[in-house]
């Protein structure tokens, strides 16, 4: 600010303009100004002590009132729009105009609306230094630069990434490289470090990446997190705090630790050469203990002594089992009550079929989800593919009623009907290379004697024994068709043929050869 006052002064002490300007670093023309805007306002030395500079340019130079009595934009509005792409300040100026215009307001001049969206930024732009108490918050984020390996066999250099992790009261680091930024290294980094702490703060700062929030479902004022992000800091009883986006002092101790890493650990290791991901966590393991041991450079401590002394005994216990990593897909329920992960198929419940559910797949189980209510859980299944995990709950009435038959049960029925049934059903049931195989033809004659009756069945089968030895389903089928305007017999000599009163084995007939009926 001007130094109103000591122009003033030095002026009554009759120092020229030159000399007043070198003293008061201000140009002779403002010098100028100011005494001769005193003389017009009948203001000289000595003033009031509580005439500071801030009064003293109030009353030499009052503001243009005309300009704040105009309306004023909208300046939350203006910061967003200005975030989106080909918005600028002269256009929203324009849009502004048009409104004060339709409500017959005044409206400011282009270089004063500029000037006031400038002052408010500058407002926001302050900074405010927040203490954090021991055991309160992580913060984490990816480094900047990549770390390298080098392949031993063909010489590939490839790019690894770097996890960093800071508890902000001690700056004590964890950090880790791995071999991408995708989903699963995100949480494993996180099982890990929190392993390395010993334990895990109320709350967590990450950085605003896609493997952390879900972008397509948050937006300015409230942040989605991705579903196994989320699982994990439920695991663990922490709140999580996305950064905002190219906000880096929201997370002002990892951006700062970040520079460090670089330095002393990325950096000093760029002369060496790693030829695998676990040589490579080797080093900079060595390196961080280094860093976390050294004292900071303003206090008689360093990270390490101040996380054991001070930090550490307030985190909260780790749980007893760590997080399980878990992948979610998207699964249709087909028509046989499955879905399909990994080539093996999983039941639902049938009321679910054409249905899309979310699947969670660990390493041992399988989850499925429908309108975030679990519906199904199974074990994993691994081996060949085509493999079938089905609970019978999960089957319609009738499909049940035909996993409860068995060879023996089909045997049993069938004897209960006569003794040709029994003889058909036997035969089919020995018909295939396991039994398991016949039993769909073995439910079809079940159903058969439903719809036909028990004594028409037997009759048919007495019928297809006369033609073949082991009959199959279908020439029942087709007997019991043609045999569809025929009654029932109930006679001994064609329900219950007795095998002994056919010394010569089956007789065909003259009619079965072509020949007249004799």
């Excluded at 390298?148 to 996890?163: A, N, Q, R, Y």
């Excluded at 930024?181 to 010993?198: L, S």
């Excluded at 079929?353 to 989800?369: G, L, P, S």
Aim: a positive charge; hydrophobic letters at 35%.
């Amino acid at each position: 600010m001007t130094k109103y006052r000591e122009i003033l002064r030095l002026k009554s002490l009759g120092f020229s303009d030159r000399n007043i300007a070198h003293s008061c670093s201000v140009s002779r023309n403002t010098v100028a100004k100011v005494t001769k805007r005193a003389a017009e306002i009948n203001l000289s030395w000595p003033l009031d002590f509580d005439m500071t500079d801030s009064a003293l340019e109030e009353l030499l130079f009052p503001k243009d009132k005309s300009a704040t009595n105009r309306r004023m934009p909208d300046f939350d509005y203006i910061r967003k729009e200005l975030l989106r792409n080909g918005v600028n300040k002269k256009l929203l100026w324009m849009e502004y105009c048009e409104e004060c215009r339709i409500n017959g307001e005044e409206p400011l001049m282009y270089s004063q609306f500029c000037y006031y969206i400038q002052k408010d930024e500058e407002k926001r732009r302050a900074t405010m230094h927040i203490q954090r108490k021991p055991g309160e918050q992580i913060e984490v984020d990816w480094a900047g630069d990549p770390a390298h390996i080098i392949d031993p066999d063909t010489g590939e250099i490839t790019d690894v990434w770097v996890f960093v992790g800071v508890l902000t009261y001690s700056q004590y680091a964890f950090v880790k490289a791995y071999m991408d930024e995708k989903t699963n290294n995100w949480i494993k980094a996180h099982i890990q470090m929190f392993e390395f702490f010993g334990g895990v703060t109320p709350m967590l700062v990450s950085d605003n990446c896609t493997t952390a929030v879900n972008h397509a479902k948050s937006d300015w004022y409230t942040t989605a997190l991705n579903t196994t992000y989320h699982e994990m800091a439920e695991h663990y009883n922490l709140a999580i705090v996305p950064a905002r986006v190219r906000k880096p002092k929201d997370k002002p101790n990892v951006e700062g630790s970040v520079g460090k890493i670089s330095t002393w650990i990325t950096a000093a290791l760029r002369n060496e050469q790693f030829f695998s991901l676990s040589e490579l966590n080797t080093a900079i393991k060595e390196k961080l203990d280094a860093y976390n041991a050294r004292k900071f450079q303003k206090k008689e401590c360093s990270r390490l002594s101040l996380f054991l002394g001070e930090e550490m005994p307030l985190l909260a216990p780790l749980p007893a089992t760590p997080f399980e990593l878990a992948e979610w897909k998207q699964a249709t329920v087909q028509f046989n009550y499955h879905i399909v992960v990994e080539k093996m198929f999983y039941s639902v419940p049938y009321q679910y079929i054409k249905n899309k559910v979310d699947v969670r797949i660990t390493d041992t189980t399988i989850e499925i989800f429908y309108n975030h209510k679990r519906i199904a859980s199974h074990r994993r299944l691994y081996g060949r593919g085509g493999q079938y995990s089905t609970i019978t709950e999960h089957m319609p009435q009738d499909h049940q009623k035909y996993l409860e038959w068995n060879g023996d049960r089909f045997r049993r029925w069938a004897d209960s009907i006569g003794i040709n049934t029994s003889k058909v059903v036997d035969g089919i049931l020995t018909s295939g290379r396991v039994e398991q195989q016949s039993y769909r033809s073995c439910m079809g004659l079940l159903k058969l004697a439903e719809k036909y009756s028990p004594a028409k069945l037997e009759q048919a089968c007495t019928k297809a024994l006369a033609y073949s030895g082991k009959p199959s389903y279908k020439s029942i089928n087709n007997l019991l068709a043609a045999m569809k305007g025929e009654p029932d017999s109930t006679s001994d000599d064609t329900v219950t043929p007795k095998a002994e009163a056919r010394p010569h084995g089956i007789t065909r007939g003259a009619r079965y050869y072509g020949g007249k009926k004799s």
